[in-house]
């Protein structure tokens, strides 16, 4: 199975700052036949399911502010709130679904500084 | 509305048995890739099964043998049976839609149902 990190564990950002977490697959989720990175982020609030953020690595889902973006290819990702709001306190979980078996990364934790 | 509604879960002893249901509405569960992920009290998302439009179904290795995905088209539903359950089951269950043939992500997420596997 693709073994998924992230990191850091947790991150506590003021207020209007640039939050970043980073994720990274013990094997390439690029798919060469069509270009596509087969990872996903998610947002998950205490007593709530995960949202789903971002899919194909960087194409925000319909609904999620635009201060959430993803970047990154082949094994090396990440996701940026680029101006954190109190409301972005939550887990963030990245998905790789290069293969049929699909794995999470351990999760980052965001707080408000 | 598109929405997957969890039940069935509850205390069990190890060793036991628990059927878990997820009703679909505003979309056609036959149709999709259907998932069932867990996350065990304060730790993170592991996924346990998923079946697929043609049928087909794929276990990770931790439960592989003693649990079983299934449908039943005509009500829309997807279940997951849990046989031989132990402590380490213990567990809030969701399913969700795996959007495979667009965003190729889990799009949708029920709610979950909490499964206690204790004595």
């Known amino acids: 199975d693709i073994v998924m990190t992230q990191s850091p564990d947790s991150l506590a950002v003021s207020l209007g700052e640039r939050a970043t977490i980073n994720c990274k697959s013990s094997q390439s989720v690029l798919y060469s036949s069509n270009n596509k990175n087969y990872l996903a982020w998610y947002q998950q609030k205490p007593g709530q399911p995960p949202k789903l953020l971002i899919y194909?690595?960087?194409t925000r889902e319909s609904g999620v502010p635009d201060r959430f973006s993803g970047s990154g290819s082949g094994t090396d990702f990440t996701l940026t709130i680029s101006s954190l709001q109190a409301e972005d306190v939550a887990v963030y979980y990245c998905?790789?679904?290069?293969?049929?078996?699909?794995?999470f990364g351990p999760g980052t934790k965001v707080d408000i500084k | 509305e598109v929405q997957l509604v969890e039940s069935g879960g509850g205390l069990v002893q190890p060793g036991g048995s628990l059927r878990l249901s997820c009703a679909a509405s505003g979309f056609t569960v036959s149709s999709n890739y259907m998932s069932w992920v867990r996350q065990a009290p304060g730790k993170g998302l592991e996924w346990v099964s998923v079946?697929?439009?043609?049928?087909?179904?794929y276990y990770a290795d931790s439960v592989k043998g003693r649990f079983t995905i299934s449908r039943h088209n005509s009500k829309n539903t997807l279940y997951l049976q849990m046989n031989s359950l132990r402590a380490e089951d213990t567990a809030v269950y969701y399913c969700?839609?795996?959007?495979?043939?667009?965003?190729?992500?889990?799009?949708?997420w029920g709610q979950g149902t909490m499964v206690t596997v204790s004595s």
């Open positions: 998905q790789q679904y290069y293969t049929g078996r699909v794995t």
């Open positions: 079946i697929y439009s043609g049928g087909s179904t």
């Open positions: 969700a839609r795996d959007d495979y043939g667009d965003k190729g992500a889990f799009d949708i």
């Open positions: 194909w690595a960087s």
